[in-house]
């Protein structure tokens, strides 16, 4: 199976802040790659796909890139909606896999 | 607006089989792929399987040998079946679809518990 591996695994921002969390796949993916938002709760929702096209609906402040095996979801200015746990996945060949999130807290 | 809705037993014994049925409300089940996944109490996602509207599977090979996933077009459903379950298999429940390779759209999750 592939291994995505998201760094960091919590991190603490406060709203205005720009972040950026990293997903490395364990072999190369092409730009098979997916992020999902999760609230506690709730369902997760997806953000970006095919590691940057960003759904709609989905405001313009979040962005994703990278291809092989490194992949970025930035959030150019936080809100407070956009505290919560984040998610990449790897579509590339199943069994498709997830990352083990990142936690995104307020500080 | 597209929705999803599982729905099936909350508690299910071990050893017996865990059935579940996602309701797709919005948009018809034809031309798309459905999914399931699943999370552990306070862990991270796990990917257990997809199918088409034809009926092609796509299942992860840990859970392969327990897991039917099916499709009723004329019903705008599709199912999960998972036998011989154990407490490992305590988790929430969630249906998603639309693409192939991307879950555009979720369910609200059930959480089904193993336990005698």
């Known amino acids: 199976d592939i291994q995505m591996t998201q760094s960091p695994s919590s991190l603490s921002a406060s709203v205005g802040d720009r972040v950026t969390i990293t997903c490395r796949a364990s072999?190369?993916?092409?730009?098979?790659s997916n992020w999902y938002q999760q609230h506690p709760g709730k369902a997760p929702k997806l953000l970006i796909a095919a590691a940057s096209a960003l759904q709609s609906e989905v405001p313009s402040r979040f962005s994703g890139g990278g291809s092989g095996t490194d992949f970025t979801l930035t959030i150019s200015s936080l809100q407070p909606e956009d505290f919560a746990t984040y998610y990449c996945q790897q579509t590339y060949t199943t069994p498709y896999t997830f990352g083990q999130g990142t936690k995104l807290e307020i500080k | 607006q597209v929705q999803l809705q599982e729905s099936g037993p909350g508690l299910v014994k071990p050893s017996e089989t865990l059935s579940l049925t996602c309701t797709v409300n919005g948009v018809p089940i034809s031309g798309y792929y459905w999914s399931w996944i699943r999370q552990s109490p306070g862990k991270g996602l796990e990917w257990i399987g997809y199918?088409?509207?034809?009926?092609?599977?796509n299942y992860n090979p840990s859970l392969k040998s327990r897991l039917t996933i099916s499709v009723d077009t004329s019903k705008n459903q599709f199912s999960l079946h998972l036998t011989s379950v154990t407490t490992a298999d305590t988790a929430v429940y969630y249906c998603a679809g639309r693409g192939r390779r991307q879950c555009n759209n979720w369910g609200q999750g059930t959480l089904v518990t193993v336990s005698s």
């Open positions: 199918i088409s509207d034809s009926g092609s599977t």
């Open positions: 072999q190369s993916i092409s730009s098979y």
